[in-house]
């Protein structure tokens, strides 16, 4: 089968890149022909895949007429995504889009020059949905420039009406096709773990010493990924064990602050900023994660390819009890969102930390479910058949 895949592509620092450079690899591997068309300046090459700069995207329309399957990985990345809008309307009934984020706000927040543009952003929110809709987030806007913090995105994605004539839409959460099924969309077909996180099962790095635990926190540094409310719950602890929190990813400008809270709690010692590195670098670091937090609330559908890969190792992980992090195994730490929530990363860590017996217990149940569920080829072929629904 010939299959096309419009995509983010390495050299573009993208999760979604790398997803499709594990995807394209495994399909070529049984036996299929796969041409990527992406937007990156001088694309990385692999062997067995051709990949092409897109000089015009509206040659994608007839680029998919020579397909068999045109497969397209849309995120809400206004640069990345944003010309991927026009060909999925165009080419709706030939198209299977991989969704990885269900609120597509950043990805209409750019006008026709790819500039941000609140303004086109609310005209598109108005038109999809009503004037009141758009009059209620241009004033949000006004008082706001964090885009996602207005409440309403589930209620008004605008997911839901470009993709509602697709061919088929993949996703990874039960959640994200809950809420598709709930506007009546039921080409959708859930593929838990994508080819990237499945990979094959990671060998930790067993090299520190046994008395020092590793703690990681890994990705792009948001509010919304709770560190603060981390290293509050971590200045508490007091443990015969040494420990070193690594933070590891680029700093928004809203979480500027917390070296200086670090060092406020007194564990600037132990925190480590290491901001963004190397890909090398970061799987050597999670390859060698005692414990990985991962917490994410508010979540609008995303799934989190960091806590997958981390799984792949067997790594402990605490997340927030919401959305896709909500179906993931019992020997995940599901941490309720609210005021309870520092106490309860503290009282899992002190467990964590003094029972030694459990952190094995843990590794070892996630390891077998990693085991039992992280397969690429079930996963390549189940977007694959995706492709073909009709």
């Known amino acids: 089968m010939k299959i096309c895949i419009i995509t983010p592509w390495p050299p573009q620092i993208s999760g979604i890149a790398d997803y499709s450079v594990s995807l394209a690899k495994t399909l070529v591997e049984m036996g299929h022909t796969v041409d990527i068309y992406t937007n990156a300046d001088s694309p990385t090459q692999h062997p067995g895949i051709s990949v092409f700069t897109l000089q015009r995207a509206e040659d994608l ?14 995120g809400n990345h206004g640069w990345f995504h944003g010309y991927m809008v026009d060909f999925i309307v165009r080419c709706s009934d030939r198209v299977t889009v991989i969704l ?7 990805l209409f927040h750019l006008d026709e020059k790819f500039q941000p543009n609140d303004d086109h952003l609310t005209n598109i929110v108005s038109a999809n949905y009503s004037r009141t809709v758009g ?3 241009a004033k949000h806007l006004k008082c706001d ?5 207005w409440p309403h995105w589930l209620e008004f994605p605008l997911s839901i009406e470009l993709l509602r004539k697709v061919r088929s839409i993949v996703v990874h959460s039960e959640y994200v096709r809950g809420l598709f099924f709930r506007q009546n969309i039921k080409r959708v077909h859930l593929v838990p773990f994508p080819p990237f996180a499945c990979g094959s099962l990671a060998k930790r790095n067993r090299s520190h010493s046994s008395d020092r635990l590793y703690v990681g926190i890994l990705g792009g540094i948001q509010k919304n990924r709770k560190v603060a409310q981390t290293l509050r719950a971590f200045s508490r602890v007091n443990s015969t064990l040494g420990w070193q929190i690594d933070v590891v990813g680029q700093i928004d400008e809203d979480c500027a602050h917390l070296q200086e809270l670090s060092a406020s709690l007194g564990i600037q010692d132990r925190v480590i900023f290491h901001g963004r590195v190397p890909e090398d670098e970061l799987e050597l670091m999670l390859s060698r994660l005692d414990l990985h937090i991962a917490l994410r609330e508010p979540t609008l559908g995303e799934t989190s390819g960091m806590v997958m890969r981390g799984l792949r190792y067997g790594i402990p992980t605490v997340v927030n009890n919401v959305g896709w992090y909500a179906e993931l195994p019992d ?6 969102p609210g ?11 002190k467990k964590f930390f003094d029972d030694k017996a459990f952190r094995d217990k843990t590794r070892d149940e996630l390891l077998s479910f990693a085991k039992s ?7 390549a072929r189940a977007i694959l058949e995706a492709a073909q629904h009709s």
């Open 339 to 349: 005021e309870r929530e520092i106490d309860d990363i503290f009282n899992y860590v």
């Open 331 to 336: 020997a995940v730490c599901k941490v309720e």
């Open 145 to 149: 420039d964090n885009i996602l913090s």
């Open 100 to 106: 990885h984020d269900f609120v597509l706000s950043h």
């Open 373 to 379: 569920s992280f397969d690429t080829a079930a996963s």
């Open 61 to 74: 329309v007839e680029i998919a007429a020579f397909h068999d399957a045109t497969i397209v990985q849309l």
């Open 135 to 137: 009059e209620s987030l």
